[in-house]
């Protein structure tokens, strides 16, 4: 797998087992995984974050996953009790899991999280300068008169990082909207989600 393609993210042990099942089957219809997180929601919820190789994932997309993947999760059973299965895209303010995000985002604001500290800090803000295989740099706005803002940082140590929501963000979601009219998110402030509970009969949890 090339630096490009790895995920960078905190997981827990139980999100990289689901990721480990999740992303063969995603990727077997062309999609990349982005997020898997497993919160306290309706009791228990399954995010599942992907996109297409444009960085979108829509409804359709959503139910083209959900409809492979419902199999194998029943089989693999990873999670020992009911649970809520949603489906989403990454939405405007994106995480950044791979090199590629932050090439693909560089000159936009990010926030991101490293699991140890490096310079002397853990959390750093900044606009994204760009990455490659293996490093991303980010420029902060409060580095030190006669420090170099721009801070070279290892993928392999990064936890979290994900875009900040500014117009400059919004203009460049607006314009990506508008040259792929065809993508079923109207409002680039929401990420398409594609809920179980939306799906039909008996197909609001599933019980493990």
Same mark, same amino acid.
């Given at each position: ?53 444009? +960085?979108?994932?829509?409804?359709? %997309?959503? #139910? !083209?996953?959900?409809?492979? $993947? ?5 089989? &693999? =059973? *990873? ?46 803000? +900044?606009?994204?300068?760009?990455? %490659?295989? #293996? !490093?991303?740099?980010?420029? $902060? ?5 006669? &420090? =170099? *803002? ?59």
């Amino acid at each position: 797998m090339s630096g490009n393609a790895k995920r960078y993210i905190r997981e827990t042990p139980l999100e990289a087992r689901i990721a480990a099942i999740v992303e063969p089957v995603a990727e077997s219809l062309g999609y990349d995984l982005v997020r898997i997180r497993i919160t306290q929601d309706n009791g228990c919820t399954l995010q599942i974050m992907c996109e297409d190789e444009n +960085g979108q994932f829509t409804i359709s %997309d959503c #139910e !083209t996953l959900h409809r492979d $993947l419902n199999p194998v999760l029943d089989l &693999e =059973d *990873p999670i020992d009790r009911e649970y809520h299965l949603e489906i989403s895209s990454p939405g405007v303010d994106r995480p950044l899991v791979r090199s590629r995000d932050f090439a693909a985002w560089a000159g936009h604001e990010a926030k991101v999280e490293l699991a140890d500290l490096i310079d002397g800090r853990k959390r750093f803000r +900044g606009e994204i300068v760009g990455a %490659d295989d #293996e !490093t991303f740099s980010i420029r $902060l706005p409060d580095a030190p008169k006669g &420090e =170099d *803002p721009v801070h070279v940082l290892p993928l392999s140590a990064l936890a979290d990082a994900k875009l900040v929501m500014t117009d400059k963000l919004l203009d460049a979601a607006r314009k990506a909207q508008e040259a792929n009219p065809d993508f079923d998110d109207q409002d680039t402030e929401i990420e398409t989600i594609y809920d179980e509970a939306d799906a039909g009969d008996g197909a609001d949890s599933q019980s493990n």
